[in-house]
């Protein structure tokens, strides 16, 4: 179908994970990668939807949106759901407690889980990150940094962070990436002790 109505018609396949498109449809498509978008553009975009919202100024303070905005890491569609959940009264303490109890606590059960060898049940946990909360790669390993800031600061789990986000952006399939770089991490780090 894309090669018979190419002339009249064109498909547009957006994914944040690369390797979610067939390998039969991605040769026939010219791929476009864009780049996150600036914080700057990510907070006029969040006023603009809150003044189009009628959201006023007593629900978000300026210090709230530009934590918002910055948390998004250039995701817009990221930022506009956890403007929506920051409004939801069901979220107690806030925007900051949310993102502490739900990815940093996650991240941290990953490493306890890699400490415990369990690599099936760690691989599982990153597959929820990626697939229910829509983390890609990158944004997973990113949250695993932080909890190894805090809890396992070993300069090995730091080259093998870098190392899988090199592979990552190089590399097709995400997934594979993050299976080879638990692995990695029992291996090389909690193997040892």
Do not use: H, W
């Not at 603009?48 to 250039?74: F, M, P």
């Amino acid at each position: 179908m894309m090669e018979r109505y190419s002339g009249t018609c064109r498909f547009i396949f957006i994914t944040r994970t690369q390797s979610v498109i067939i390998p039969a449809i991605a040769s026939r498509a010219l791929p476009l990668f864009f780049r996150p978008l600036p914080d700057d553009t990510v907070l006029s975009l969040m006023k603009e939807i809150l003044a189009k919202e009628g959201i006023s100024d007593t629900v978000y303070d300026k210090d709230e949106i530009e934590l918002i905005a910055a948390a998004a890491r250039g995701d817009a569609r990221k930022a506009i759901l956890f403007a929506q959940m920051n409004c939801d009264d069901r979220i107690e303490g806030g925007f900051e407690d949310y993102l502490e109890s739900e990815t940093g606590n996650i991240a941290r059960s990953i490493f306890r889980l890699l400490q415990n060898r369990d690599f099936e049940k760690a691989k599982s946990v990153v597959e929820m990150l990626m697939l229910d909360y829509g983390l890609s790669g990158s944004d997973v390993l990113e949250e695993l940094s932080r909890a190894r800031k805090q809890e396992y600061n070993d300069p090995r789990i730091t080259i093998a962070i870098a190392n899988a986000d090199l592979m990552m952006r190089d590399a097709g399939n995400e997934f594979i990436q993050m299976n080879a770089f638990l692995s990695g991490i029992i291996k090389e780090v909690f193997s040892a002790e």
